[in-house]
């Protein structure tokens, strides 16, 4: 098994660095389970790589530009990771008197500056611990009881958030209903969404409601994909600026136009306040959505999105790197891209043309 998987951060005006980092990871197995082979953070002109020989248990720390500055292979500290860490790479730079033939000590300070910088940026830019959200989430209630908000995948945590924004925090709950109204009005969902507290007590039980059309309906009486999207709707507007999401279907329930719209704000959100998703999804619209905005130049740039492609051949699965162009247009699809919506628009056309001959 070998797979090779590369994201690109996007470039900042920072002191030393001005190109995008990029980040790669080389896959392989131990045994019967995947593991990193190797771990790359590329900035021109830095190279610095982190590979784990075949023994799984040494790993050779590398830092090139035009030349190799820094060299090293040693005992692997966390072999039950089976992660080649970059950290210890940033735990030699920070380390003062190198040994001159690791031809570390013959950096700039600006260089050092510069490598230290790109670990920064790149860690930073992970946005801390990633949060999942999973593909089915929680069934809607009709009345909730107040209860701990702690995170959860499945979403059972999001009633008792609107309820404590709701109570506890006016501006923030303006600014979350402002964003979910957008949405629902965009997606044909809903128009608004409102907390109906069943007595004065913050004890007391309380209700979601949905205003469709006309008057607010219980959360559980209108479409099952707004109570499935409603997590992914809460978690992605009120995580933190620069968060990592993990997202897995999130189509789930809903029609194509709020799969559409979903796709938009997924865009709007990393444009505006640079979080980072990661999507697992079967939506056509979703992603055609995200192309079209690309095209009209009102959601991500080309460099920001990065399409895998599984395709089955057998018992194996082949992942194919796909990019977009500015014109919001495929590149690089493998032959088998998108050939079952082919097949069946020609079995339309033939249908048609059967019909006219008769």
């Given at each position: ?96 008197n190198q040994p001159k033939e690791q031809a570390l000590g013959e950096l700039e300070d600006a260089e050092r500056e510069a490598l230290d910088e790109m670990f920064r940026l790149a860690y930073r830019g992970t946005g801390g611990r990633p ?90 009486d209108v479409g099952y994909g707004v109570s499935q999207v409603l997590p992914i709707l809460v978690d992605s507007l009120m995580g933190d600026v620069g968060q990592t999401f993990l997202m897995q279907q999130p189509e789930v329930h809903l ?104």
């Amino acid at each position: 098994m070998g797979l090779s998987v590369a994201l690109q951060m996007p470039g900042r005006e920072v002191k030393h660095l001005k190109a995008p980092i990029t980040f790669e990871a080389e896959f392989d197995q131990i045994g019967s389970q995947p593991a990193v082979k190797s771990v790359e953070l590329r900035s021109d002109p830095f190279s610095v790589t982190a590979r784990r020989h075949s023994q799984a248990r040494k790993v050779e720390y590398r830092i090139n530009t035009a030349r190799t500055l820094f060299s090293m292979a040693d005992e692997w500290r966390y072999p039950e990771r089976l992660v080649p860490d970059l950290a210890e790479i940033r735990f030699l730079l920070r380390r003062r008197n190198q040994p001159k033939e690791q031809a570390l000590g013959e950096l700039e300070d600006a260089e050092r500056e510069a490598l230290d910088e790109m670990f920064r940026l790149a860690y930073r830019g992970t946005g801390g611990r990633p949060y999942a959200i999973a593909p089915i989430r929680t069934r809607p209630e009709r009345t909730y009881d107040p209860k701990k908000d702690t995170p959860a995948p499945e979403g059972g945590h999001i009633p008792m958030l609107l309820s404590r924004t709701f109570a506890g925090d006016p501006n923030s709950w303006k600014a979350l209903k402002e964003a979910l109204s957008k949405f629902g009005k965009a997606s044909g969902l809903f128009e608004g969404m409102r907390v109906r507290r069943l007595g004065n007590k913050e004890s007391d039980p309380f209700q979601i409601q949905v205003k469709v059309s006309g008057p607010a309906f219980n959360l559980v009486d209108v479409g099952y994909g707004v109570s499935q999207v409603l997590p992914i709707l809460v978690d992605s507007l009120m995580g933190d600026v620069g968060q990592t999401f993990l997202m897995q279907q999130p189509e789930v329930h809903l029609h194509p136009k709020a799969q559409a719209e979903l796709g938009t704000l997924i865009a709007q959100l990393i444009k505006q306040e640079h979080k980072r998703f990661f999507v697992e999804t079967h939506s056509d619209y979703l992603l055609e959505r995200v192309r079209l905005d690309i095209r009209d130049g009102i959601g991500l740039r080309p460099e920001d999105v990065s399409v895998l492609y599984f395709q089955r051949k057998g018992p194996e699965v082949r992942i194919h790197p796909i990019s977009i162009d500015g014109g919001g247009n495929i590149v690089d699809a493998p032959k088998g891209y998108r050939q079952f919506f082919l097949q069946e628009e020609r079995r339309f056309l033939g249908g048609f043309a059967d019909v006219r001959d008769h």
